[in-house]
């Protein structure tokens, strides 16, 4: 018989990883009422951008890539770790001025230009970064593996749990003890009414845009090591964070919370049982709940059922 | 901006003059295409999927049902092709029916379960179910063949009571590949102009109205999203015709995702004809550019975003402004009734 | 409310009217008209990928392909003729796969297609093949299926399959790990067919499958399938698992410091997938058709034609997936020259039963066209990571050569069925 219990914090951890990334796209997609369908390529250029960093690569030949590269690792990932999601915060705002002209339109036209723009970055991150699988190189602090009543888990997955859980709780924070939070979730209740008080509406969501997307960026450095790097990547991580949203509950933060670590969850669980069908879990985990809370767990009506 | 809903109230005729010339350029197609330096295949893959595309646009234009999973049937009326010629009957028919049932039953079930919810929930249910097909497809390798594909499917011969034609050949394949798709094409004007295509278009423009008028909605939704299945299985048989074989590329999201670009690029979403103007400048563009560039899926991800916030009309949609800025062109008729009362 | 129709005539019109003008802005035609007196080339399709998966392997397969047609060329061409290729992306898609293949015979003109990495865009690319009787070589698809039941009377196979693999691995595993081995497959075909072979083996040989887990395509996770590894505690760890997913599993694999203990046998190794990584993350028993180190005659040449020619990659020496495509297109010239036509029966039956040298083909032993599945029986290397480089690139320790007699598939023999000579199209390419 086979001890369930490692495969149960393997998938809460890889659950609260999951997550992270929900956070941001619900983020969006609350204020915006806009399904980003580029939220995984968000996602995948944190994580490329988290690399060249590290790597130096774009200066290398010169003095200051040697200086660079001189630095110690864990400098270096501290420093990716935060410009990283910076210069994917910089592209989810770009994204948000080129979806500027379709407000006011159905919101299809908002999850088509997103479709599309997913689909321009992964080709424009073949095309800087190569279409190979690739590596981030850790610090050694968070790096190799412990052994657990005989079991050898790896460190890192335990770091990134923890780093997990800190952003979850600073988001949190932000979000609910911050006067820009509070405009935020106004503006994700009600944005007409937002405007009438006042606030820019543009730059509020040019704003909130940004940092969903720096969230996804954030996820997408953490993740590197456990899911590896490639440029399908954003592809990889839309779908279960799109079906995280749904299954939580489209604008609701607990949901999204709960959610990813149901599906964490689900996704260990099956790994021993039926580990064929462990990545089709998730989908007919969402057909199951789609089929009797046609909202999901905790969702309200949104715009967006129309 | 105009929209779909410009179309005569009246029963329009069942053959148009764009269908006549529409014809004209399939028939001289085997000639054309060697001409401009293309060549023979090309017109098969493009005529498929303009089938492919007419029959989607009907769900995603007309009934604004959004489905990014629409390949899978397409995928899954190849496979009852091959199927049906390898383990029942090497008949052409029998293929195509087969193709066009086994599309049809899939179609209705997903719909059965899609069919009560809107908006993204529909979008995430099609992309769902359209990855569930994809991973039976490779699973089910024994059946399917998984990743090596669905191999050493047969043309079967035409054969109308005692004549009998061979497809073989590809410029053969390409004239039954037109002749369905000029059927195919006269199925779908009829639908669109029928009361059944308004109720459609009344579901798009407003979900609660047309459900407070009285109509069953969700029967609609199915009815459109099973149909539009079936005449995908078509396709889909005819694709395995095509490559004599099947394989489960075109159920993966990227390539659903080529059929939603291939018909808003061409205006499908403002124009009957949106569809076989997409289908044709994404081929063309492919193959130009393709040849040119190593990164061309890049430019015409460019060219799809600058269509969606710039011209969401589409080449169809364009090309209707750039024709009534020059009346001379304008056909002398009046122009019809009011369709429908603002 | 717009009230103006869009006049269908005019609107269809105006379209038919773009999309021919936008048809003869397009690819002008090749018709070539071949200077007085000069002999038609022999052209080249070369069906490599250049975008998806497997875009890395495609770009050394075709440089490869393209080293050899260079050499082939300074050598005054082949019967007199010069040697052309065209290149078109098969994007790692079956369907682009058919379309390519038939726009090579059709419109450039190809008498021959080489090149495959994915066994889908292998077949696709085969059946059209088969169907206008152009001969087609399989440079690097290793799936055991391509000589066994998707193989065909033009098409040729020069990489070693699943079932070599396993055959020159998993004896001396058994002998050395002991009998407990578990199973991690990649869930489809060809990790399917890889791992068939291997339980064969193992019942023959006397070992036990303690569990096989099944790892759906595009995993990204490994951890379930390493803890119920650990679980198990088997002596040796055999893994199917190709392209994208073993790379991540690699990395997965030497967080949990699992890289030597079990004892892992992986299926063959592509240069292209390895090539940068760190050391660590080579760990295991993999295989190989060739090293670019090997202590051969005309392997250290090789390589600095290769380095030569290409000097700007990031790869500084080439691997098997260039290797292949380079004795794919040097035998396929041979074969015409030997048979002094490029009528494709004639060529085919100059490629079937052809015996290699092992000088010539830089490994150590000879090889064979077999006559019967068409692929290459050929030399089949078990390697390491290389705990003592003599340079950055020398990562492989070659642990041993197995002859190709010794590790023929003879499963796929049983299956192969080519289709006749009468029934194969015959032309002069």
């Known amino acids: 018989m086979i001890d369930l219990l490692p495969h149960i914090i393997n998938g809460l951890t890889l659950g609260l990883l999951f997550a992270l990334i929900a956070l941001g796209f619900t983020l969006i997609v609350g204020v915006m009422e806009v399904i980003n369908l580029a939220h995984g390529s968000l996602f995948a250029i944190g994580a490329y951008f988290a690399l060249t960093v590290i790597a130096g690569s774009w200066f290398a030949g010169t003095p200051f890539g040697a200086w660079w590269l001189s630095l110690p690792l864990g400098l270096r990932y501290v420093l990716a770790l935060a410009i990283g999601p910076a210069l994917a915060g910089l592209a989810g705002m770009l994204l948000e001025l080129c979806l500027r002209p379709t407000y006011g339109k159905p919101p299809l036209y908002g999850l088509l230009l997103t479709f599309g723009a997913a689909l321009v970055i992964e080709e424009l991150i073949r095309l800087v970064w190569g279409t190979g699988e690739q590596n981030l190189a850790l610090p050694q602090a968070i790096n190799g593996a412990f052994l657990l009543n005989g079991m050898i888990f790896s460190t890192y997955r335990f770091f990134a749990a923890g780093f997990s859980i800190a952003a979850i709780v600073a988001v949190w924070l932000f979000l609910e003890r911050t006067s820009a939070g509070a405009v935020i979730k106004a503006g994700a209740h009600d944005s007409e009414m937002v405007r009438a008080l006042g606030y820019d509406l543009a730059r509020l969501r040019l704003v909130v845009f940004g940092f969903g997307a720096a969230l996804a960026g954030l996820a997408g450095v953490v993740m590197v090591p456990i899911w590896g790097l490639r440029p399908h990547v954003g592809v990889d991580i839309v779908i279960p964070a799109f079906l995280i949203i749904v299954i939580g509950g489209v604008g609701s933060f607990w949901g999204a919370v709960i959610a990813a670590l149901l599906v964490g969850l689900v996704i260990g669980i099956t790994g021993v049982y039926a580990a064929a069908w462990s990545t089709m879990s998730m989908y007919l985990l969402l057909i199951a709940i789609l089929g009797f809370r046609s909202r999901g767990l905790l969702g309200r009506k949104s715009a967006l059922e129309n | 901006m105009i929209s779909l809903s410009d179309i005569p109230a009246r029963p329009s005729a069942w053959i148009t003059p764009p269908m006549i010339v529409l014809a004209v350029l399939l028939l001289a197609a085997p000639d054309l295409l060697p001409a401009v330096g293309l060549y023979q295949y090309l017109g098969i893959e493009i005529a498929i999927w303009i089938s492919f595309a007419l029959g989607f646009n009907l769900l995603f234009g007309y009934a604004g049902l959004h489905s990014f999973g629409h390949g899978a049937y397409l995928g899954i009326g190849a496979y009852a092709f091959g199927l049906f010629q390898q383990h029942v009957a090497a008949s052409l ?75 073989t050949d590809n410029r053969a394949l390409f004239y039954f590949s037109a002749a369905l798709l000029l059927i195919v094409l006269v199925l779908c004007w009829r639908v669109v102009n029928s009361p059944f295509g308004r109720v459609l278009q009344a579901i798009r423009q407003n979900e609660t109205r047309a459900r407070f008028i009285g109509y069953e909605v969700w029967r609609f939704k199915w009815a459109v999203f099973t149909l539009s299945a079936m005449l995908a299985g078509l396709s889909g048989s005819l694709l395995a015709m095509a490559q004599q074989s099947a394989y489960p590329d075109v159920m993966s999201l990227h390539q659903s995702g080529l059929i939603v670009m291939m018909v808003l690029v061409g205006g499908g979403l403002v124009s009957f004809w949106g569809p076989v103007l997409g289908v044709v400048f994404y081929f063309v563009a492919r193959d130009v550019l393709g040849g040119l560039t190593e990164t061309w899926l890049l430019w015409y991800g460019l060219i799809f975003m600058a269509m969606v916030m710039l011209r969401p009309e589409g080449l169809a949609g364009m090309l209707h402004g750039l024709l009534r800025r020059r009346p001379a062109l304008k056909p002398t008729t009046a122009p019809a009734p009011a369709t429908e009362a603002a | 409310m717009s009230k103006t129709r869009i006049s269908r005539r005019g609107l269809l019109g105006a379209a038919g009217a773009a999309s021919a003008v936008s048809l003869f802005a397009g690819p002008w035609q090749h018709n070539r008209v071949w200077a007085q007196g000069a002999a038609k080339p022999i052209r080249i399709g070369i069906t490599a990928d250049a975008s998806g998966q497997y875009a890395n392997s495609g770009a050394s397969d075709k440089r490869g392909m393209m080293m050899a047609i260079a050499e082939a060329n300074e050598r005054g061409g082949v019967l007199g003729r010069k040697v052309e290729f065209v290149h078109i992306d098969t994007e790692t898609t079956a369907a682009t796969g058919s379309r390519v293949a038939e726009r090579m015979i059709s419109r450039e003109q190809c008498g021959f297609l080489v090149g495959a990495v994915h066994s889908g865009v292998a077949n696709a690319i085969s059946q059209v093949a088969q169907k206008y009787g152009v001969v087609y070589i399989n440079t690097n698809s290793s799936s055991p299926t391509e000589a066994g039941q998707n193989c065909h009377r033009v098409k040729f196979v020069f990489d070693g399959n699943g079932t070599n693999f396993a055959k020159a691995a998993v004896k001396s595993a058994i002998e050395r790990f002991g009998p407990d081995w578990m199973l991690l497959t990649n869930d489809y075909v060809w990790g399917h067919d890889t791992a068939a072979a291997t339980k064969t083996l193992l019942k023959e040989y006397g070992g036990k499958v303690m569990e096989e887990v099944l790892i759906p395509q595009g995993t990204r996770d490994f951890t379930s399938a390493l803890l119920k590894v650990q679980q198990h505690k088997p002596g040796v760890v055999s893994a199917a698992i190709g392209g994208d997913d073993q790379k991540a599993m690699r990395q997965q694999v030497v967080q949990l410091k699992m890289g030597d203990k079990p004892a892992w046998i992986n299926s063959q190794q592509d240069w292209d997938d390895v090539y940068g990584l760190p050391i660590e993350t080579l760990f295991g028993v993999f295989g190989t058709t060739w090293y670019y180190r090997l202590d051969l005659p005309g392997v250290a040449d090789f390589v600095k034609r290769y380095q030569t020619m290409y000097p700007e990659t990031a790869m500084r020496s080439p691997g098997n997936v260039f290797y292949n495509g380079y004795m794919s297109i040097r035998e396929l010239l041979g074969a015409v020259e030997r048979a002094g036509t490029t009528n494709n029966i004639a060529v085919i039956k100059a490629l079937e039963g052809h015996k290699i040298a092992a000088k010539d083909r830089m490994q150590h032993f000879d090889a064979t066209i077999d006559a019967q599945t068409h692929q290459v029986q050929q030399t089949i290397y078990l390697a390491t990571a290389n705990k003592a480089p003599k340079e950055k690139d020398d990562i492989f320790e070659v642990l041993s050569q197995a002859r190709a007699e010794d590790v023929r598939d003879t499963d796929s023999a049983k299956l192969c069925k080519l289709e006749p000579y009468e029934q194969t199209p015959t032309f002069d390419a």
């Open chain 2, 93 to 167: 028919w029998g293929g195509l029916l087969a193709a066009v049932l086994a599309a049809g039953v899939a179609g209705a079930l997903v719909g059965a379960f899609l069919s009560h919810r809107r908006g993204i929930y529909y979008a995430l249910l099609t992309i769902g179910f359209g990855q569930i097909f994809w991973f039976l497809a490779m699973k089910l390798h024994r059946i399917t063949g998984g990743e090596d594909g669905l191999l050493g499917i047969p043309r079967p011969p035409l054969a109308l009571g005692s004549w009998q034609v061979s497809l």
